[in-house]
């Protein structure tokens, strides 16, 4: 039954992408971060939907008038990160992984662009918000209900076959997603609206907790730390924080704890120490390899003995047989593209953390743009979460990441239009649909 619902869902939205190529935008997203075909058990499960989407939505592009073309510091410095992780692909030791973990990355970036260039209205904007909210906020609740079921004694997982599969990397996305979730909140004005949300909130906090994650406890408090910092409702959250974790916290297993306090005594943390070794030989790939690694995928027992044959005894003497994959967003750029691509991966990122600033700084004195503000405050958030999160995971090449970052492209060039056209009396959104925003500056 779940194979013949999706399967309708899909096939018969493709008649509305071709003709609102934006729909294809959040029916890719929603089969991205919800994977409602992985959810069935028949032929659905590994059935191509987001290949048959692509296609429909880059077919109705090209015959849409409803499409911008963009250029600013964050574009740039995005279109210098797809040049450079092509140019030290030519260089991959392993040619056909390097390939082919080039391709599933220009597949994300492709979308990412079509994102910025058709979600253009703060109708669309908003809506991609709520498509992304309800896909994993499914999971959120989904894993709540379980951890508060079960008093937290067993992990909750994301749908399999997917970038959200571990337990870990559910928990970061849950994590990105908090932020947006209280975003939706504070935009609401139905009450009934307002307290779903915030049941959203809660069971996904019990969600992440339940993932025993100790990078998502890293991540998690520091992205309420700066949830706090960006939200314009401080006491309210505050209070909201103090009353709700404790409860949360009471449910979770004594193993749990244990889990955690392990934080402080890594030395003695096999998994810990994995990740050690592992940043180890990314930093010799650099080192021996400084301008472009070793492609993608750098991070394996092959390198390990090649790069770091030292680390490689390690291994053999006390964890035989576990090569750990990078578990870090910036090491495993490094060792993948070298000190150069680093580099710019880290401009990339602080450019589009930086834009989602300034929006919420542009728009402070104008209530028509509150919305806006607010939105660019929780992308903030969010990437923060990423950043931190994101040090103890594999996760560099993360589609959700790069589609938070076409949002703040294009609330930035939304607001920047609104705030021109102001003087004439003139609304973003009241444009004609043909109309082509001229190039950011």
Not at 57 to 80: K, S
Not at 85 to 110: H, N, P, R
Not at 236 to 251: C, K, Q
Not at 361 to 366: D, V, W
Request: charged content about 15%.
């Amino acid at each position: 039954m779940r194979d013949i619902l999706v399967t309708l869902i899909v096939f018969g939205s493709l008649p509305f992408i071709l003709r609102r190529p934006w729909i294809g935008i959040m029916m890719w997203n929603w089969l991205a971060y919800m994977n409602p075909h992985r959810l069935s058990w028949g032929f659905a499960f590994d059935f191509p939907f987001a290949q048959v989407v692509a296609i429909a939505t880059i077919f109705g592009f090209f015959f849409t008038t409803e499409r911008r073309y963009i250029g600013n510091g964050v574009v740039l410095a995005w279109a210098m990160l797809c040049i450079w992780v092509t140019v030290t692909t030519f260089f991959a030791l392993d040619q056909e992984s390097g390939w082919d973990s080039w391709e599933k990355m220009m597949k994300i970036q492709l979308f990412t662009a079509l994102t910025v260039m058709l979600v253009s209205t703060r109708e669309r904007i908003e809506t991609l918000i709520w498509v992304i909210v309800l896909s994993l906020g499914f999971f959120g609740v989904k894993g709540g209900l379980f951890v508060l079921r079960t008093a937290g004694e067993n992990l909750v997982w994301g749908p399999p076959g997917s970038f959200i599969h571990e337990n870990n990397a559910l928990a970061l996305a849950l994590i990105m997603t908090i932020p947006l979730m209280w975003h939706l909140y504070t935009q609401a004005t139905r009450r009934s609206v307002r307290w779903g949300l915030l049941g959203m909130i809660v069971l996904t906090a019990a969600a992440v907790l339940g993932s025993h994650s100790r990078g998502a406890a890293l991540a998690g408090t520091g992205m309420l730390a700066v949830l706090w910092l960006k939200s314009a409702q401080r006491l309210r959250l505050g209070l909201a924080i103090l009353l709700v974790f404790p409860v949360l916290l009471s449910v979770m297993p004594e193993k749990y704890f244990d889990r955690i306090e392990s934080i402080t005594s890594f030395e003695q943390d096999g998994s810990a120490l994995g990740r050690l070794r592992a940043w180890r030989v990314a930093i010799e790939i650099a080192i021996q390899r400084p301008v472009v690694g070793a492609g993608f995928n750098s991070v394996v027992e092959e390198n390990y003995r090649r790069f770091a044959p030292q680390v490689a005894q390690e291994v053999d003497q006390f964890s035989p047989g576990h090569f750990s994959d990078a578990h870090s967003i910036y090491f495993k750029v490094l060792g993948d593209h070298g000190f150069v691509g680093l580099a710019v991966y880290l401009l990339f990122g602080w450019l589009s953390y930086d834009a989602a600033g300034r929006v919420r700084a542009q728009t402070g004195n104008r209530e028509d743009l509150q919305w806006a503000g607010s939105l660019g405050a929780m992308l903030q958030v969010s990437m923060a979460g990423f950043a931190i999160g994101g040090a103890f995971l594999s996760l560099s090449y993360f589609d959700y990441f790069y589609c938070l970052v076409a949002i703040v492209v294009t609330l930035q060039i939304y607001v920047r239009d609104a705030l021109a056209s102001s003087s004439e009396g003139v609304t973003a959104d009241s444009r004609p649909a043909d109309a082509v925003p001229r190039p950011a500056a």
